[in-house]
């Protein structure tokens, strides 16, 4: 169990997923962006311009940082190299959030960068909780698990997620990162109802929310196959979610995620304003 | 379901979904699980894409992506770093038939995987310049050299830098063949590839190895020490010059 420390939190208002071609656009025209979240593997490096650039918006933003290849969901250990390299870049930055995805990616040597799915069983959920236990005390913080975007289901599977992610959060202490677009696509997948999946979701849990755009399309049978793509806006329906989430929830900090096909400044921007439209109405 | 089927499955189309792995209704999740496939071999195309720009305009963007695809199932990452994935592109492109032909390929790898490692290597400040040419002579010969983590050298038979500045800043491609070694420095934030100057490379291959200058130029054929000191200086590569403490 994770003893959690007094740190600054993110604040309750939009963050983005931090693309360098946006660093001067961030310094000279932030509004209504709040704090920034960066994918902990690309500034793994030594030095550079990458660790330059971090370490200048780091003295004007909070940042989160948010690892893509932890592989917690892995059956094999946790790479003890990465765990050190973790542990490195957040002792060096200090983030105000530490954040992994409820998913494997690497097997036996290879990484396969992808979030793979998991069955969630009573077998599956031991095996998670014994990783999030080895990444806080290796990295020594408190981490935020994040819920997958699935395309299949397990014949296995025999625990809800919700129940799988509450149980997590409950036996390390950690807490829970809310996709809501991932939710949105993944409901769809598994042909479930999304606003019962936030209604029933432990939203005290919940250090961080994520929004980010999807794309369309069709399984053999002619099902809705939604992709988690992060290559375009945010749909109409998932900003529904969003607005029903924050009124369950109440304000959170909320990350636009935009990875493929960066679009300029102003209209990552403008996501963040919508974002911020419905944060406001909910803390007014 | 364990996860071996399912890398195994991944990577390797011809095979079918693992069992277990279905659809909403419990029917095999056919194209579902392709979303996964495709996810693993594009994502990992696409850093083999921005790794190796010079290699995709040599052999074309098409060509590259089917080669790619090729190098992925043959080698998966061995690391969640993928900002150094590619470290077997030059024997994958040394073995593979259809580039048999551009013999120069191996090593035009070798310098984008160096120019890639020296973006991401230490900060480190330099020396003054006028700092090695104000030591006396007898200082001079003994000094050892420690040189900035962000600097490379890539040794060809082929003319590798011109070969790279065709490709990376449309200058014209070479029409005869010759060696050229290659020095990667990073004065700032981008390195730069430079030619080196004949015998060189071998030069600083023996500083780099801790050897003091004086050992290091009795043992390199004639070659021209100004070019390469200038070089060396105007990249801000030499970051520390030890000299021989008089015992006591």
């Given at each position: 169990?994770?003893?959690?420390?007094?740190r600054p939190d993110l604040p309750?208002k939009?963050g983005?997923?931090?693309?360098?071609?946006?660093?001067?656009?961030?310094?000279?025209?932030?509004?209504?962006?709040g704090w920034l979240e960066?994918?902990?593997?690309?500034?793994?490096?030594?030095?550079?311009?990458?660790?330059?650039?971090?370490?200048?918006l780091a003295?004007r933003f909070p940042i989160s940082?948010?690892?893509?290849?932890?592989?917690?969901?892995?059956?094999?250990?946790?790479?003890?190299?990465?765990?050190?390299?973790?542990?490195?870049?957040?002792?060096?930055?200090n983030p105000a959030s530490?954040?992994?995805?409820?998913?494997?990616?690497?097997?036996?040597?290879?990484?396969?960068?992808?979030?793979?799915?998991?069955?969630?069983?009573?077998?599956?959920?031991?095996?998670?909780?014994?990783?999030?236990?080895?990444?806080?005390?290796?990295?020594?913080?408190?981490?935020?698990?994040?819920?997958?975007?699935?395309?299949?289901?397990?014949?296995?599977?025999?625990?809800?997620?919700?129940?799988?992610?509450?149980?997590?959060?409950?036996?390390?202490?950690?807490?829970?990162?809310?996709?809501?677009?991932?939710?949105?696509?993944?409901?769809?997948?598994?042909?479930?109802?999304?606003?019962?999946?936030?209604?029933?979701?432990?939203?005290?849990?919940?250090?961080?929310?994520?929004?980010?755009?999807?794309?369309?399309?069709?399984?053999?049978?002619?099902?809705?196959?939604?992709?988690?793509?992060?290559?375009?806006?945010?749909?109409?329906?998932?900003?529904?979610?969003?607005?029903?989430?924050?009124?369950?929830?109440?304000?959170?900090p909320?990350?636009?995620?935009?990875?493929?096909?960066?679009?300029?400044?102003?209209?990552?921007?403008?996501?963040?304003?919508?974002?911020?439209?419905?944060?406001?109405?909910?803390?007014? | 379901?364990?996860?071996?089927?399912?890398?195994?499955?991944?990577?390797?189309?011809?095979?079918?979904?693992?069992?277990?792995?279905?659809?909403?209704?419990?029917?095999?999740?056919?194209?579902?699980?392709?979303?996964?496939?495709?996810?693993?071999?594009?994502?990992?195309?696409?850093?083999?894409?921005?790794?190796?720009?010079?290699?995709?305009?040599?052999?074309?963007?098409?060509?590259?992506?089917?080669?790619?695809?090729?190098?992925?199932?043959?080698?998966?990452?061995?690391?969640?770093?993928?900002?150094?994935?590619?470290?077997?592109?030059?024997?994958?492109?040394?073995?593979?038939?259809?580039?048999?032909?551009?013999?120069?390929?191996?090593?035009?790898?070798?310098?984008?995987?160096?120019?890639?490692?020296?973006?991401?290597?230490?900060?480190?400040?330099?020396?003054?310049?006028?700092?090695?040419?104000?030591?006396?002579?007898?200082?001079?010969?003994?000094?050892?050299?420690?040189?900035?983590?962000?600097?490379?050298?890539?040794?060809?038979?082929?003319?590798?830098?011109?070969?790279?500045?065709?490709?990376?800043?449309?200058?014209?491609?070479?029409?005869?063949?010759?060696?050229?070694?290659?020095?990667?420095?990073?004065?700032?934030?981008?390195?730069?590839?430079?030619?080196?100057?004949?015998?060189?490379?071998?030069?600083?291959?023996?500083?780099?190895?801790?050897?003091?200058?004086?050992?290091?130029?009795?043992?390199?054929?004639?070659?021209?020490?100004?070019?390469?000191?200038?070089?060396?200086?105007?990249?801000?590569?030499?970051?520390?010059?030890?000299?021989?403490?008089?015992?006591?």
């Amino acid at each position: 169990m994770f003893d959690a420390k007094t740190r600054p939190d993110l604040p309750a208002k939009p963050g983005v997923g931090y693309k360098p071609q946006h660093f001067t656009d961030i310094l000279e025209n932030p509004a209504p962006v709040g704090w920034l979240e960066v994918h902990a593997e690309n500034y793994m490096g030594d030095g550079g311009r990458p660790l330059a650039q971090l370490r200048h918006l780091a003295e004007r933003f909070p940042i989160s940082v948010h690892g893509v290849g932890l592989s917690i969901g892995g059956e094999g250990p946790l790479d003890p190299d990465h765990l050190a390299r973790l542990k490195r870049l957040c002792d060096w930055l200090n983030p105000a959030s530490f954040s992994e995805h409820l998913a494997w990616s690497t097997h036996g040597a290879e990484f396969l960068n992808d979030l793979l799915p998991l069955p969630y069983t009573d077998a599956t959920l031991a095996r998670v909780v014994g990783h999030i236990d080895r990444v806080q005390d290796a990295v020594g913080r408190r981490m935020l698990l994040e819920n997958p975007s699935v395309y299949v289901d397990f014949t296995e599977t025999n625990l809800d997620e919700i129940d799988f992610l509450t149980e997590i959060a409950a036996r390390t202490g950690c807490g829970l990162l809310l996709d809501v677009n991932n939710v949105y696509v993944s409901c769809t997948n598994r042909k479930t109802g999304w606003n019962d999946y936030i209604d029933r979701f432990p939203h005290h849990h919940v250090g961080e929310i994520h929004l980010g755009g999807h794309d369309a399309q069709a399984d053999d049978t002619g099902a809705a196959l939604l992709i988690d793509a992060h290559g375009s806006e945010v749909t109409d329906p998932v900003w529904a979610l969003y607005d029903r989430t924050i009124r369950a929830s109440g304000a959170k900090p909320t990350l636009i995620e935009w990875d493929n096909d960066v679009p300029d400044w102003p209209v990552l921007a403008a996501e963040a304003a919508r974002a911020a439209q419905i944060l406001n109405r909910v803390a007014a | 379901m364990n996860q071996s089927a399912f890398r195994a499955a991944l990577l390797d189309p011809d095979r079918p979904v693992p069992p277990g792995v279905t659809d909403p209704e419990g029917r095999p999740a056919g194209s579902r699980f392709d979303v996964y496939r495709n996810n693993v071999t594009a994502s990992l195309t696409e850093a083999l894409r921005q790794a190796f720009p010079v290699i995709r305009k040599l052999v074309g963007e098409e060509f590259f992506t089917a080669m790619a695809i090729a190098h992925v199932r043959a080698h998966p990452p061995r690391s969640p770093m993928l900002m150094l994935y590619g470290a077997d592109m030059p024997g994958f492109l040394a073995a593979f038939p259809p580039v048999a032909h551009l013999g120069y390929l191996p090593d035009i790898a070798r310098l984008e995987l160096a120019l890639r490692e020296a973006y991401h290597a230490a900060d480190a400040a330099p020396v003054p310049a006028d700092r090695l040419a104000a030591l006396p002579e007898a200082d001079f010969l003994s000094a050892r050299i420690s040189f900035a983590p962000a600097m490379r050298i890539v040794r060809s038979r082929w003319p590798i830098h011109a070969i790279w500045a065709a490709n990376a800043e449309d200058a014209p491609m070479p029409r005869e063949r010759r060696a050229e070694d290659v020095v990667i420095l990073r004065p700032g934030f981008d390195p730069a590839p430079q030619v080196l100057p004949d015998h060189a490379a071998g030069f600083l291959s023996l500083l780099q190895a801790g050897h003091p200058l004086g050992q290091a130029l009795a043992a390199t054929p004639d070659f021209d020490l100004t070019a390469t000191l200038g070089i060396l200086l105007s990249g801000a590569a030499i970051t520390d010059i030890a000299l021989e403490t008089a015992p006591c």
